[in-house]
């Protein structure tokens, strides 16, 4: 199977088959579906909040500086050359804005309820507050656009937990749209490439996601020789851009088109299901064009701390783990 699995988020909502959940999940697929025939206000919003971390990235330093936190690993607010890449250097290719999506559950909340917050002292990474720049609309666009992401991951979750609920007689009923619809500990990351001046294949490493659903808005392409936002309505190198490994380790490029946005899974997914679903190895390469960047958002769908996520670890535990090892 070399393209994903494209649905209509109508579809999604009266319930799509097991035959499409397993082309899109299962064994032998690409781990990603792509939904289509989203609400009618998400292409200015995405167009408007992708341009504006261009915006942010380029920020004076000091100004910058004031909106890191390094407390929670640079996993709340700003974060550039911080996390290594797999030979252990450390990124600077890429900045990235995260924020927390407990918003989603209550508009009055920027981090996890503090009854999560008081269990968990010693995890900033997650319990620590948004941090929002001094940007115009900013604020109220992203968390706009990322409850919309959220919105369709729900409908998402529940086709998937009416197919694991048919295979596993244990399986929690509707326990992945309570995660969607309910966590307090969902992340949205923000990302901005700048142009790439040597690798091409620099822009992001191979890697799996540790959460349960990964929401990904299409990437915006800009040519900074013109503006900072002079966006393209096309990548300019047909190389560039998310590619996936298979169930069968071939390599593949998967395009998301401008009015969709695609689901892949995550390991917290892969371990729900009992490795019926499986989670999603994918890079993003790079270009040797002078003078573009790249513009994308991912909504990281996942559990509160306190849940397990095997008889050994809970969430709290297991992202720790693996956050450790890439900062």
């Known amino acids: 199977m070399s393209d994903p699995v494209v649905v209509s988020l109508n579809d999604l909502k009266t319930g799509i088959s097991d035959e499409i959940l397993t082309k899109a999940f ?31 990235a380029n920020l004076p330093e000091a100004d910058l500086g004031k909106l890191e936190n390094p407390d929670s690993l640079w996993l709340t607010g700003w974060s550039l050359g911080k996390e290594k890449l797999v030979n252990s250097n450390y990124d600077f290719n890429k900045g990235s804005y995260y924020i927390n999506c407990a918003f989603h559950n209550d508009p009055n909340l920027e981090g996890p309820t503090k009854e999560l917050v008081d269990k968990f002292p010693n995890y900033p990474t997650y319990t620590h507050p948004n941090i929002w720049p001094d940007l115009e609309t900013f604020e109220l666009d992203t968390k706009r656009l990322c409850n919309l992401i959220i919105d369709v991951a729900e409908h998402v979750a529940i086709n998937c937990d009416k197919y694991i609920g048919k295979i596993y007689s244990d399986y929690e009923p509707g326990f992945l749209k309570r995660i969607v619809k309910e966590s307090t500990c969902t992340k949205a990351r923000l990302l901005h490439y700048f142009p790439v001046k040597d690798d091409a294949d620099s822009w992001c490493g191979e890697h799996l996601d540790h959460s349960c659903l990964t929401g990904l808005t299409s990437a915006l392409f800009l040519d900074e020789s013109k503006s900072l936002l002079h966006n393209l309505d096309k990548s300019p190198d047909p190389e560039s851009g998310l590619y996936i490994k298979n169930r069968q380790g071939e390599t593949i490029k998967v395009n998301i088109p401008s009015n969709c946005l695609a689901f892949q899974s995550g390991s917290a997914l892969e371990e729900i299901s009992k490795r019926k679903f499986k989670a999603v190895p994918h890079f993003v390469k790079g270009t040797n064009l ?15 701390l306190d849940e397990q996520i095997d008889d050994n670890e809970n969430f709290a535990q297991y992202s720790d783990r693996i956050l450790k090892n890439n900062h």
């Open 290 to 304: 002078p003078n573009i960047a790249r513009n994308t958002l991912a909504v990281f769908c996942q559990r509160n």
């Open 26 to 56: 299962g064994p032998d697929s690409l781990g990603i579906i792509v939904v289509k025939d989203l609400p009618e206000e998400y292409l200015q919003l995405r167009l408007d909040v992708l341009k504006s971390i261009s915006t942010l």
